[in-house]
């Protein structure tokens, strides 16, 4: 009989420890390491003999190596005829691929999934769908609730890993598992808790193992932390094939499939859906759903036109300067970095001028999209300058470029399909950096080339009328 190992194991970053200790040494965190058991094991999980891991002798098999200029087939790719879904993933669902969905409690991971999977499945596809959380009957009243109560997707309600797997080996390979949530499942070979650092791990590898043998896509739910991050040890994220964020605000209708980690297609693409009474609905052209119902007279306000992977989106960012009662005036980000809100109004003071040391600085990405690249530095600095000097930026008008530290404006990646995008949307003018002018024959838009940034400052400067504030912006 394998004897058994304790370990102490910190359940949020699985660094592991000869004895207990209050505070984790790698991530820092307090009471966050249990004790647990698991037998000892060796090569592919089987009992070491005489009890010490890893002090049985196994002797290798050899395998074949391959040469770098052999032919290479594209990985087979199977469509769930979701176009967002497909598009984060790649193009489709990869066979032996093993995709890992993060993503906060009641976003709309399982209804999204639900919905793939009875589209593949009524494509005579076998899809099987494992829930640990919830029952059986409580999947079937979500799925009467979207209509799918006639796709033959096969469930289960079953949280042992080894019992999965013998399941799934009956009959043909499935082409789509999902696993809801990992957090869930447990192993024999761990003597512990399910949802701790060796369990989730363990039953990972289980899973990940099945998937390269039998071909079929497996798809693991994650929960995650109250910082965002997937809950469990981060050696998981590297395991996986692909790591995907469900995203959304409590406040919005809709929702952002983001990819983290794809071995199979691009990062940092995204896919836009809408959360509806009948589930989760595509949205085709993200760029409208941001800029629906924004107020074309006010200021403070400028479109950015950002990239999302290889996807232009359009989104409205506002700002508001109000004069400060506080010895620190704040700053209030949602969306954006505040670091580099910081860096902008640090550069619109040093050389443009513009003295926000007395204001409070609300800045907001409508829509709650968030937003990562810093070419949305110009928009951000004239939504500011429009909001301080009370002038109205262009509706027709959208913004894009990087801002240094000297004040100049430096091109972005991608100029043309941004112009395009704004383009497509009924806008006439663009705000770019030098680099972009040749794009103007194109992209039909009338291009204001921008080398700096006090050049954009004196313009919304000279057009500001009504709430105007001399004192504030040099040069009006």
Request: hydrophobic fraction near 45%; charge should be neutral; glycine fraction near 12%.
């Amino acid at each position: 009989m394998a004897r058994a190992l304790t370990t102490y194991v910190c359940q949020s970053c699985g660094a592991t420890y000869g004895r207990w200790q209050g505070k984790c040494e790698s991530c820092g965190a307090w009471n966050t390491i249990a004790e647990e058991s698991l037998a000892a094991t060796g090569v592919g999980g089987a009992p070491v003999k005489g009890g010490k891991a890893g002090g049985g002798k196994t002797k290798g098999r050899a395998f074949a190596l391959a040469g770098l200029d052999g032919a290479s087939e594209q990985a087979p790719r199977t469509e769930t005829q979701v176009g967002e879904l497909d598009r984060v993933f790649g193009g489709g669902l990869v066979r032996g691929s093993v995709i890992l969905l993060g993503g906060d409690p009641g976003i709309g991971k399982s209804t999204l999934l639900i919905q793939a999977s009875a589209r593949l499945a009524r494509m005579v596809h076998r899809v099987v769908y494992i829930s640990g959380e919830e029952a059986v009957d409580q999947v079937r009243l979500r799925a009467e609730r979207l209509g799918l109560t006639a796709s033959p997707v096969e469930l289960a309600a079953e949280t042992n890993v080894e019992d999965i797997v013998a399941t799934l080996a009956e009959g043909p390979a499935p082409r789509l598992v999902v696993i809801d949530s990992i957090q869930t499942m447990w192993t024999d070979t761990v003597e512990s808790a399910p949802g701790t650092v060796s369990q989730v791990r363990s039953a990972a590898q289980v899973l990940i193992r099945y998937a390269k043998k039998s071909g079929a896509a497996v798809i693991l739910v994650g929960h995650v932390t109250k910082d965002g991050q997937i809950a469990g040890p981060r050696v998981v994220e590297h395991m996986v094939d692909a790591v995907m964020s469900f995203e959304g605000e409590g406040g919005h209708h809709f929702r952002i499939l983001r990819s983290v980690k794809n071995r199979f297609g691009p990062t940092d693409e995204i896919g836009v859906f809408e959360m509806t009474g009948k589930g989760l609905r595509e949205v085709p052209n993200p760029s409208e759903l941001f800029l629906a119902g924004r107020d074309l007279g006010a200021p403070g306000t400028a479109v950015f036109a950002g990239m999302e992977g290889t996807r232009p989106v359009l989104v409205e960012i506002q700002a508001l300067v109000a004069a400060s009662t506080l010895g620190t005036p704040r700053r209030a980000v949602v969306g954006w970095d505040p670091q580099r809100l910081s860096m902008v109004l640090a550069v619109l003071d040093a050389h443009c001028g513009v003295r926000l040391g007395g204001h409070d600085v609300y800045l907001n990405v409508a829509g709650g999209l968030r937003i990562a690249e810093p070419a949305a530095d110009l928009a951000v600095a004239a939504a500011l300058v429009s909001s301080l000097s009370g002038a109205v930026l262009p509706s027709d008008a959208v913004h894009f470029g990087e801002i240094s530290l000297s004040g100049a404006v430096r091109p972005v990646a991608q100029a043309a399909a941004r112009l395009k995008e704004a383009r497509k949307l009924g806008f006439v003018r663009a705000v770019v950096p030098e680099i972009a002018r040749g794009e103007q024959a194109e992209s039909g838009l009338t291009v204001q080339a921008v080398t700096h940034l006090s050049t954009l400052v004196a313009d919304i400067a000279a057009s500001g009328v009504g709430r105007a504030k001399p004192k504030a912006v040099a040069g009006e």
